[in-house]
């Protein structure tokens, strides 16, 4: 069984910055792609940015400039930088691993196998 286990989530400022952690444990695995989501109260998940092995990245326009995702393929963990923190960007964020290349990926949820719990991130006006 592979576990992702999401940290640094937290209560920032806006204009803040924090950076999440996402690291997998349990049965080894090889991933494809890595990605962030998140998801705001009463709103659907939503994708934020993802890594596809070694260094090709995607973001959702409202995060781009102002996000980084960074991670280590052999270990299967991804970071997210998130620097100048809008209130709007208050949700919890997911981590998810891919282990194949699927249609859609690395936007769409169903492209991933391996969930995190999520950690909430909460940005204060």
């Known amino acids: 069984q592979v576990q992702l286990v999401e940290s640094g989530g937290g209560l920032v400022q806006a204009g803040g910055s924090l950076r999440l952690s996402c690291a997998a444990s349990?049965?080894?695995?090889?991933?494809?792609?890595m990605g962030w989501f998140r998801q705001a109260p009463g709103e659907e998940r939503e994708f934020v940015a993802a890594?596809?092995?070694?260094?090709?990245?995607y973001y959702v326009d409202s995060v781009k400039g102002r996000f980084t995702i960074s991670g280590d393929n052999a270990r299967n963990t991804v970071d997210l930088r998130m620097n100048s923190l809008k209130p709007e960007d208050t949700a919890v964020y997911f981590c998810a691993a891919a282990t194949v290349r699927r249609p859609g990926a690395p936007f769409r949820q169903d492209a991933y196998d391996y969930w995190g719990q999520g950690t909430q991130v909460t940005v204060s006006s």
């Open positions: 349990g049965r080894t695995f090889s991933s494809e792609f």
């Open positions: 890594i596809n092995w070694p260094t090709y990245t």
